[in-house]
């Protein structure tokens, strides 16, 4: 059974910094997209980044390409955000989400069939 366990999330001021982590089990391989998402109160959730685990190749979304980093590491299963430079706007529930590597974009949140529970960030100005 493929699980998603995200950690990390906490409260900064605006130019801080945190490191979310999720943690993949059940997979066998590293053939799939793993992407981290965002949903603030009252908004539409939305892709913040993306890791191509086979290939090792990340997507940004404009709003944070520049300041936050994702990385993976496969012998903890584990894929970061490094969220650097915060603001308020980057205040929502986190979430780390698993598909396979084809088909839509990577951003498409309903191309993407697990979930983790999500993680709070909170940026104070």
């Known amino acids: 059974q493929v699980q998603l366990v995200e950690s990390g999330g906490g409260s900064v001021q605006a130019g801080g910094s945190l490191r979310l982590s999720c943690l993949a089990s059940?997979?066998?391989?590293?053939?799939?997209?793993l992407g981290w998402f965002r949903q603030a109160p009252g908004k539409e959730r939305e892709g913040v980044a993306a890791?191509?685990?086979?290939?090792?190749?990340?997507f940004y979304s404009n709003s944070v390409k520049g300041r936050f980093t994702i990385s993976q590491d496969n012998a903890k299963n584990t894929v970061y955000l490094q969220m650097d430079g915060l603001k308020p706007e980057d205040t929502a529930l986190y979430y780390c989400?698993?598909?396979?590597?084809?088909?839509?974009?990577?951003?498409?949140?309903?191309?993407?069939?697990?979930w983790g529970q999500g993680t709070q960030v909170t940026v104070s100005s």
């Open positions: 059940g997979y066998t391989h590293t053939n799939y997209i």
């Open positions: 890791m191509d685990l086979l290939i090792s190749r990340p």
């Open positions: 989400a698993a598909r396979g590597p084809y088909g839509r974009a990577w951003d498409d949140v309903n191309s993407y069939g697990v």
